[in-house]
């Protein structure tokens, strides 16, 4: 049974930083690639980044190009989102997918507010 949980989120004031974390089960994270997206109340979901099933390439929106970057874990079958230098406008709900075999699969999120 594929399952993802995120965690981390949390309350940071702008400039912080914040390490989510995605925790798959039922697959292996070597072989699909999974994404980050997030998403605010009334808007459409966004892509924020992805990274590939050899873990060394990964795809960032601009809006947190040199800010977040993702990285994994083989051995707990976990992916990470490290966040610096966070802003008002990166708070969402944000969540991590993998499709497999055209079957999408998302976590239940995990929320991220950044306030001062």
């Known amino acids: 049974q594929v399952q993802l949980v995120e965690s981390g989120g949390g309350l940071v004031q702008p400039g912080g930083s914040l390490r989510l974390s995605c925790v798959a089960s039922g697959f292996q994270i070597t072989k699909y690639p999974i994404a980050w997206y997030r998403q605010v109340p009334g808007k459409k979901r966004e892509l924020v980044a992805i990274?590939?099933?050899?873990?060394?390439?990964?795809n960032y929106a601009d809006s947190v190009k040199d800010r977040f970057t993702c990285s994994r874990d083989t051995a707990k079958n976990t992916v990470y989102l490290q966040m610096n230098n966070l802003k008002p406008e990166d708070t969402a709900v944000y969540y991590c997918?993998?499709?497999?075999?055209?079957?999408?699969?998302w976590g239940q999120g995990t929320q991220v507010t950044v306030s001062s």
């Open positions: 997918k993998v499709d497999i075999s055209s079957v999408r699969y």
């Open positions: 990274i590939s099933t050899l873990g060394v390439d990964s």
